[in-house]
């Protein structure tokens, strides 16, 4: 039962992501695709083209006024970062490309520095490709090990499994905040101290976490805490790497080039100060600034409003869709976040996505670059919805009475 559906002002805030009001063959948009990527408010498309069209310049290198005020906005972007998640320190936050990115640097700088034949690394079954294959290149390169935490058959971690794997030759933990497939809200916190007690780093992915929930790094104790400003209403191409000042500053850089220098002669260079350190050459300036307008534009809704409504919509959806005859739910962890994947019996979950998106509904569908955690589960792929805190009750309507017709069409 459905108990508030009045936290948000939601009409307000439907006005102000403009493609929310477009038609998808014929039929209005309804956007459950937002694991993947979410909707711009208008906020964020403004400051965009304010900054393309009277702001344009390059940041950390010129005197000029243009410059100076390209690198202000920028470091203030940082700053919004630093009190978003509560870092200690503002050169605690490292810009990147995205989650991928981040995760890539830590994997091939601390490997670089710190593996050695015979060290283990720890991740999950339910990890994105993103926190697999980085870590997996760098143990074939070190000679390390990659161990795997097994789940049960609701996409639980089994955290028995996971203090049997810690041990003195555990070096790196590295493990979803919440799973992009299933929802599950991962224990992370837990994870986290008894990893330290091991003598380990931990990273956490952070992707799917940040859009839905307060995150405090330095309450979860983490080193580093990676994720994507495109999936949290920011632009793409941009994101963020939170490390411990401590930590980074013991890594080797990851990349070389412009910025990320104090001095350089051809016999040797010397490295910039952290965060700079981290980021060679010209940064995603527009990325940044716009990533800090979106933190403002989820702070002025309430991160605890969005997790409460984003709740109450998925306790709906899956209400209603577990009376669809022959659906079944993938992922029923006790504690999840707004992502609700299926299958259907007898049908292909892509055929499902292709039927009702006809009828303007937008689902994810495929592997969602969890292929292992598809193995585990023996599905070739779900189909998945996620909402994000601009998703209706009525759109959950829409989208049962589409999966209804596709059920029936397939069958
Ligand atoms: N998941 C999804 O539809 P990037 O691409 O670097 O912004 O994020 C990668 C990533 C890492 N970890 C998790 C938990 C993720 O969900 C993602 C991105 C999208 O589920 C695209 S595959």
């Known amino acids: 039962m459905i108990k508030e559906k009045n936290i948000l002002n939601i009409n307000k805030i439907r006005d102000d992501f403009p493609i929310l009001k477009r038609e998808v063959n014929g039929k209005p948009l309804v956007y459950f695709d937002n694991g993947a990527t979410s909707q711009k408010p208008q906020l964020v498309i403004d400051v965009i083209n304010k900054y393309y069209t009277f702001e344009n310049s390059n940041i950390h290198r010129g005197i000029h006024t243009l410059s100076q005020e390209a690198t202000n906005a920028y470091e203030v972007a940082r700053k919004k970062v630093q009190r978003f998640v509560n870092a200690q320190h503002e050169h605690e936050i490292i810009f990147t490309k995205g989650t991928t990115d981040s995760i890539n640097l830590v994997a091939a700088s601390f490997g670089k520095k710190h593996l050695k034949k015979g060290d283990e690394i720890i991740i999950s079954n339910m990890e994105h490709h993103s926190n697999i294959v980085p870590w997996q290149m760098i143990c074939e390169e070190k000679e390390a090990v990659l161990k795997v935490i097994p789940i049960n058959d609701k996409g639980e971690l ?114 910039n100060e952290l965060p700079h350190k981290f980021e060679a050459g010209t940064p995603n300036i527009v990325g940044g600034i716009g990533l800090g307008v979106a933190i403002d534009y989820m702070n002025s809704i309430g991160l605890d409003k969005i997790e409460a409504y984003e709740h109450e919509l998925l306790t709906y959806a899956t209400e209603q869709i577990k009376q669809i005859e022959g659906v079944r739910i993938v992922g029923e962890a006790a504690k999840k976040a707004s992502v609700l994947s299926f299958v259907v019996d007898g049908t292909h979950p892509s055929d499902i996505g292709m039927i009702i998106d006809k009828l303007g509904v937008a689902i994810r569908t495929g592997h969602h670059c969890t292929e292992p955690l598809m193995n585990r589960l023996n599905v070739p792929g779900t189909a998945r919805a996620s909402f994000a805190f601009y998703n209706t009750f009525e759109e959950i309507d829409i989208f049962i009475a589409a999966l209804k017709r596709a059920v029936t069409m397939l069958k």
Request: charged letters at 20%; one cysteine or more.
């Open 158 to 271: 089994l955290m028995d499994e996971f203090k049997k794997l810690l041990s003195p030759k555990t070096k790196f933990v590295s493990i979803t905040h919440v799973s992009n497939t299933l929802g599950t809200i991962n224990p992370v916190k837990e994870i986290i101290k008894l990893a330290k007690e091991a003598g380990a780093l931990v990273l956490i992915d952070g992707a799917q976490a940040v859009p839905h929930t307060k995150i405090d790094v330095q309450d979860l104790g983490c080193d580093f805490y990676a994720f994507s400003g495109h999936k949290m209403f920011g632009p793409t191409g941009v994101g963020i790497l939170y490390g411990k000042e401590a930590i980074l500053n013991d890594l080797p850089p990851y990349q070389g080039g412009g910025d990320m220098i104090k001095t350089v002669t051809f016999e040797k260079t010397t490295y």
